[in-house]
């Protein structure tokens, strides 16, 4: 990772020195530091600006990560609670009125579209019938 030591006119500053943030040669961004003075970085600061952004980098990278697979996560959960309600919903159906699996996932989907509701929305409404009437 190589610092880019240069001017920036027009701002007041006679020099900026800047490190890109790479991870798996992916960018995430650049530390950037501004300078009134024309020697204010010397190879030694440089190079401890490469050493920050590197480490920035992987801990960017973590953060996102780890943001990525409890989004990941909560939809799994999600996806397995709203596979449950809906085995429910169809367990009633199959009861009720003596269906097979399939006919019964069938009247869910189809009741689902007229309706306009999400599937799940309409396996809770069965079960929340079938709880009240007992059956």
């Known amino acids: 990772m190589a610092a880019m030591v240069g001017g920036r006119a027009g701002a007041g500053l006679s020099l900026v020195s800047q490190c890109p943030l790479l991870a798996g040669g ?29 480490q920035a980098a992987i801990f960017i990278s973590n953060a996102q990560a780890r943001e990525s697979a409890q989004q ?5 959960r999600e996806a ?14 199959m009861e009720r009125h003596g269906i097979d699996e399939e006919t019964a996932m069938q009247q869910l989907m189809t009741e689902s579209r007229r309706a306009r509701k999400p599937l799940r929305e309409v396996s809770a409404a069965i079960v929340d019938s079938a709880l009240r009437t007992g059956g």
């Open 26 to 54: 992916t960018a995430l961004g650049a530390v950037k530091v501004y300078s009134r003075q024309a020697d204010a970085f010397s190879d030694a600061s440089v190079r401890l600006m490469e050493l920050f952004a590197a």
């Open 72 to 76: 990941l996560s909560g939809t799994l």
């Open 80 to 93: 397995l609670s709203n596979r449950e309600v809906i085995a429910a919903g169809r367990g009633v159906l």
